[in-house]
């Protein structure tokens, strides 16, 4: 069977059970059947595949099916243009995260600071960060023993194992080193809220990667406390939050002594992340 009609045979698979991205993910999903880049294989439309191939993409065809997110079936996600290792225990990254890495690259670009990353998981943001701030090294913690495993092989794939140093604890127990900058994006999400989540999310990401308690704000305002006490003064603090918290968070920071520098809209215009110096008044 030709590679265009396998894509087809694929794509309607997938637009039958409701997958919106029906072409892409077909696509992709041959691309790592294959170990061949989607690009390459979309210039060799007129190949032959064998049965032993199209039966190890119709496994994974199976699994999109039941809504299972593509990142998981290909192991890996793009972020700052770079590949990450993702798997189950893992939250998937997302682009409005990389919106919170470039702004805190512009205030810390050429500088030497350390950095904490409460809640890793893939370990993309201080990856990515620390692969552009040279000089400067990081510590990330996480309550997943399995997400520090993932977050270490990812800092071992982009050679930062030397800058990076990966905890698994929480952050009620982090010692009282002091940083230039703390960043997280913890659960933030209301806990009645999960089950509206599409089946992608719901059904495959860690629950403790979105369970953000009643408000949605339990693990939001434990990041801000502990920061208090890791710090330094003048240092920054980033979060990405929910799109309806801004004011509720900016109150808590105002009152533990943050001025708000600066709030970062996603790609639907809500208020997404907030940056925050830490006065110590």
Known sequence: MKTSEVIKIGSSLLKERKIQSFILDSELLLSKTLKKPREKILTNLDKNLNNKKILKFKEYLLRRSKNEPVAYILEEKEFWSKKFIVNKDTLIPRPETELLVEELLKIYSGK??????????????????????KYSKGIGVDISKKAIEVAKNNAFKHKLLNRIKFINRSIDKIFHKKFDLI???????????????????????????????????????????????????????????????????????????????????????????VIATYINE
């Open 183 to 273: 960043v997280s994006n913890p659960p933030y999400i209301k806990r009645k809220d999960i089950r509206n989540l599409s089946d992608d999310i719901k059904k495959f990401e860690p629950r403790m990667a979105l369970d953000g308690g009643n408000d949605g704000l339990d693990l939001i305002k434990k990041v801000i406390y502990k920061s208090n006490e890791i710090l330094k003064k003048n240092g920054t603090l980033g979060l990405e939050i929910g799109s309806e918290q801004i004011e509720k968070v900016s109150k808590i920071l105002i009152k533990n002594n943050y001025r708000i520098k600066k709030i970062i809209k996603d790609y639907k215009n809500n208020d997404r992340c």
């Open 112 to 133: 030497k600071i350390s950095i904490m990353d409460i809640g890793t998981g893939s370990g993309c943001i201080i990856i990515s960060l620390l692969s552009v701030l």
